[in-house]
Nanobody, 118 residues
């Protein structure tokens, strides 16, 4: 049984930081490209950042320079370090795992709420 479990969300003031974690089980983690998405109320789910199985990372323009994605294959975990948070970063953040060769083999976590407010 595949599980992706996100944690680390919460309420933070503008300019603050949070680190999200996504712990994976039931997959060979090192074979999967990992991504973070977010969805604000009434909006579509958007890609925030991704990291390939080989360790290459990429970001949405809106978070470049503020967010950092990283993975620890020994811990089957992907992280999203979020700095200088803004109110517009408020959303539910979802972890996504996609097999590096089999695009149809992909999984989602349940999401974690991030609220940026003073």
């Amino acid at each position: 049984q595949v599980q992706l479990v996100e944690s680390g969300g919460g309420l933070v003031q503008p300019g603050g930081s949070l680190r999200l974690s996504c712990a994976a089980s039931g997959i060979i983690f090192r074979l999967y490209n990992m991504k973070w998405y977010r969805q604000a109320p009434g909006k579509q789910r958007d890609l925030v950042a991704g990291i390939t199985s080989g360790g290459s990372s990429y970001y949405a323009d809106s978070v470049k320079g503020r967010f950092t994605i990283a993975r620890d294959n020994a811990k089957n975990t992907v992280y999203l370090q979020m700095d200088n948070l803004k109110p517009e970063d408020t959303a539910v953040y979802f972890c996504n795992a996609v097999h590096r060769l089999l695009g149809g083999d992909n999984y989602w976590g349940q999401g974690t709420q991030v609220t940026v407010s003073s």
